[in-house]
């Protein structure tokens, strides 16, 4: 057996017929005049918080750093962004349970202390360039700083991604490794629609210092971080493209941070050969799992391959918006009739893949993307389609997502 080989098989063991929806949600924790909180008295929190809960505290370097409460757990990103991730469910009005079981707790929590949560997907005040995300601290974690070390080199955006992004994250099952492919292909070609119709920003006329678009701009920072590890999979669409494909990129490349057994070491442009196989474990399966995932963890891939398909081409959106988006995903990417239908729609178009992001930071919705049509012609298909294969207390979420569209179109 090689590391390809136990890299291959930890991502087919999630293979499964189950067809669950899970969700992940960044926030930024603010005051009143958008000041972040700070990481020792979120910590606190989070440490006081979890016990009172019964919860399994998180601990990272000495230092709590979030809690699982079994049906989500919740976390401390870069720069204190306050995410929660919430297990994989078949029902959406069960994710939408456990949130409100998530903010019950925590909105008075922050609310004594004059702080509040708020989505977007980039940080308020530096969107608006009232402040640079290096006026943002990073948390005390090596694997941060690391990070922040490294991506000063591959590209012009590592600050901002870190510091003060914040996205929506959805993660999807696959049956086979056919159906993986099949998904992986159909989402890296809707990307460009979803990514407009999740965006989510504080200021409509702002942009990135030196970009042209002023739509997308999340998108824009992670695609200018490190073509290593962002952007689109390379050779997603090439006939041998597989589990073994995803795992033979993985090992090609830098592996910046490890972490093993607890500690975090600087990597840098060593790949994980270089360091050590993960085949010398496989009489320790445990430590085996866990350098597989962080190899996984280290790549941010707009659709990454995980134990699941994960989607990461949202901003951070209000809750409402994240169900509508969550179940929008559940009847394209569960329906055997949609992804039909969406392979008719969008056959011949995957090279068309990168300019239609280009069209669409330039000009949003307005953009004319695949087969002439506008994105919020798509956007309009997308639900469509999706609302003809959930059941009536799911179409109700998808349709949120149509009466954002139409206002925003009128």
């Not at 004059?114 to 601290?137: K, S, Y």
């Not at 990070?147 to 914040?166: E, I, K, P, Q």
Request: glycine share 8%; proline share 3%; with cysteine.
């Amino acid at each position: 057996m090689t590391d390809r080989d136990v890299i291959t098989n930890f991502i087919r063991e999630g293979e499964t017929d189950q067809q669950r929806v899970g969700l992940e949600l960044e926030h930024f924790v603010l005051n009143e005049v958008e000041d972040g909180i700070e990481f020792d008295v979120l910590s606190e929190l989070i440490r006081t918080t979890g016990t009172k809960l019964g919860a399994r505290l998180i601990t990272s370097e000495g230092r709590v750093v979030g809690y699982d409460a079994g049906d989500y757990t919740v976390s401390v990103e870069p720069s204190c962004q306050f995410e929660i991730s919430i297990a994989p469910f078949s029902s959406i009005d069960k994710i939408g349970s456990v949130y409100r079981e998530f903010r019950n707790v925590w909105d008075p929590v922050f609310g004594s202390l004059g702080f509040a949560l708020a989505t977007g997907g980039l940080h308020p005040a530096v969107e608006a360039g009232r402040i640079h995300p290096m006026d943002l601290t990073l948390i005390p974690k090596n694997r941060y700083y690391f990070m922040d070390r490294y991506f000063r080199g591959t590209g012009n955006y590592g600050r901002h991604m870190m510091r003060a992004s914040a996205s929506t994250q959805i993660s999807l099952d696959y049956a086979s490794e056919e159906d993986m492919v099949r998904k992986l292909r159909l989402l890296t070609i809707l990307s460009p629609v979803l990514m407009q119709m999740m965006e989510n920003k504080f200021y409509p006329d702002s942009r990135l210092a030196e970009r042209q678009g002023k739509h997308l701009l999340r998108t824009q920072i992670w695609e200018d971080l490190d073509p290593d590890r962002t952007g689109f999979f390379p050779g997603a669409f090439h006939g041998q493209f597989g589990y073994g494909a995803y795992a033979d990129l993985l090992l090609s490349r830098p592996l910046v941070v490890l972490t093993d057994r607890g500690e975090t070491t600087y990597a840098g442009e060593k790949k994980l050969s270089e360091i050590l196989t993960l085949t010398d474990y496989d009489g320790d399966p445990e430590r085996q799992k866990a350098l597989v995932e962080h190899l996984l963890s280290m790549f941010f891939h707009h659709i990454r391959l995980k134990r699941y398909l994960e989607v990461r081409v949202a901003d951070s959106v209000p809750i409402q918006k994240a169900l509508g988006y969550a179940a929008l995903l559940k009847g394209l990417f569960y329906s055997e009739k949609n992804m039909d239908r969406l392979e008719k729609l969008l056959s011949g178009h995957l090279i068309d893949v990168e300019e239609a992001v280009y069209r669409t930071e330039i000009q949003g919705e307005n953009a004319v993307i695949y087969s002439g049509k506008r994105v919020s012609a798509w956007e309009k298909e997308l639900i469509r389609l999706a609302e003809q294969e959930l059941p009536e207390e799911e179409r109700v979420c998808v349709s949120f997502l149509r009466s954002v569209q139409e206002k925003r179109s009128a």
